[in-house]
C-alpha cells in the first residue's frame, strides 16, 4: 500500500526551501557559504537547496549549526534529511514501480486533496487495467520499439505501475481527498472499444461512492464561466503537512511543468472552481454514469465488426508520451 507519508523527493524539496530560507536569514550567499564550511564546489549547496541530490546528514548539521538554527528547527530538519534520503524504503511500499509512473506517486504521496481535470481522458488514477493498457500502447506508437530490455519497463508493468499509484484512494487512514472533473469526451466513442469504456464507466461509478471521491461529468456542450475553455490538462495537490507547498502539474502534449509558484497555483483553483460549477454535480454524474453504462452494455452485446480489434495496435515505446503516461 502507497506510504501516506510524503516521498523522498517531497522531502528533498521541503530541506532545500527551509536551509534556503536559514542562509538568506543569515545574510550569507552561496559563495560566503561555501568559503566557511570548505566545500570544494559551489554546485553542491545549489543541488540541497533545489532539492536535487541526495542530503547527506552530517552536511545538513554543518549548515545549520553555520545558520544558528535552534535544536527544535535541527531536530525535525534532521528527521527530514532520513526522509529525503530513503527513497528504496519508500519505493518497497510499492508492489511494482517504473521510473514514468513514479514522478506522480511521488507528487501523490502525502496529499491531503488532490484535484484533477483533463480534457480528453480519464485521470490515471481512475483508469482501469483496460483503459490504462490503451492509453499507454496509443503513447508508445510514437515512439521507437515496445518496451525497455535494460529496466524491464513493459507495456504490462507500466500498467501494473499504475494500477499501484490507485491504491492511495481506498486505504483505510489517510486516503487524500480526490475530486475530478471528466469530459464526456473521455468517455466517448473516440476513446476506446465499447467493452473497454463498459468497464471503465462501472469502475467510476464505484469510485464516486467513496466517501473521499467526487467526480463530475463535464457535458461536451456546457459552458464554462465567460466562454472559457481549459486548454491543458492539470492537477493540483495539498499535502498533509501544512509546511510542504501546494503543487500544481500542468500536462502539456509531450512534457509536464511542475510549479509551487502562489500566483499560477491560485489561477488554477478558480479555473477548477468554474469547471466543477459548469459540470453536473456529484449526483447527477453517478446517475449519467449509470445511464452510459446501460449504452455502453448495449453497445457491447451489438456486432463489433466495425469498432475492429479490441486490442491496441502494435506497442511502439514513445520518446515521451506525457499527454497519455499518467
Known amino acids: 500500500m502507497p506510504p501516506a507519508a510524503p516521498s523522498p523527493i517531497l522531502r528533498r524539496r521541503r530541506l532545500g526551501t527551509e536551509l534556503r530560507r536559514l542562509r538568506e536569514t543569515a545574510g550569507l550567499t552561496g559563495d560566503q557559504v561555501i568559503e566557511r564550511i570548505g566545500w570544494a564546489s559551489a554546485s553542491k549547496l545549489s543541488r540541497l537547496e533545489n532539492g536535487r541530490s541526495r542530503p547527506d546528514p552530517d552536511d545538513v548539521r554543518v549548515l545549520l549549526d553555520l545558520y544558528g538554527a535552534d535544536d527544535a528547527l535541527s531536530k525535525e530538519l534532521l528527521g527530514i534529511t532520513h526522509e529525503a534520503g530513503d527513497m ?4 518497497r511500499s510499492y508492489p511494482v514501480m517504473t521510473q514514468q509512473q513514479r514522478s506522480f506517486a511521488e507528487l501523490e504521496a502525502g ?4 484535484s ?3 480534457p480528453v481522458l480519464v485521470p490515471g488514477l481512475l483508469q482501469t487495467p483496460g483503459y490504462a493498457r490503451m492509453r499507454i500502447a496509443s503513447a508508445w506508437q510514437v515512439g521507437e520499439d515496445a518496451g525497455d530490455p535494460e529496466t524491464g519497463e513493459d507495456i504490462d508493468t ?3 505501475a499504475r494500477l499501484a499509484r490507485q491504491s492511495l484512494l481506498t486505504r483505510p487512514t489517510d486516503a487524500p481527498r480526490y475530486t475530478a472533473v471528466l469530459e464526456e469526451a473521455a468517455l466517448g ?12 464507466v462501472v469502475q467510476l461509478c464505484e469510485l464516486a461512492m467513496l466517501p473521499n471521491v467526487t467526480l463530475h461529468v463535464l457535458p461536451r456542450d456546457t459552458q464554462i464561466g465567460r466562454w472559457y475553455l481549459p486548454p491543458t490538462a492539470f492537477s493540483l495537490y495539498r499535502f498533509a503537512d501544512p509546511l510542504d507547498p501546494e503543487t500544481l502539474a500542468i500536462e502539456g502534449g509531450f512534457t509536464n511543468v511542475m510549479s509551487t509558484e502562489v500566483n499560477a497555483l491560485n489561477r488554477y483553483k478558480v479555473v477548477f472552481e468554474w469547471l466543477c460549477t459548469a459540470a453536473l454535480s456529484a449526483s447527477d454524474t453517478l446517475s449519467w454514469l449509470i445511464e452510459a453504462t446501460g449504452r455502453l452494455t448495449g453497445a457491447v452485446a451489438a456486432p463489433t465488426a466495425a469498432y475492429g480489434p479490441a486490442t491496441a495496435p502494435t506497442q511502439r515505446r514513445r520518446h515521451s508520451g506525457r499527454l497519455t503516461e499518467r
Open 111 to 114: 496529499c491531503a486533496e488532490i
Open 158 to 160: 507500466e500498467v501494473r
Open 116 to 118: 484533477e481535470y483533463n
Open 88 to 91: 528504496r524504503g519508500w519505493l
Open 189 to 200: 466513442g473516440r476513446a476506446g472499444p465499447p467493452e473497454v469504456l463498459r468497464e471503465q
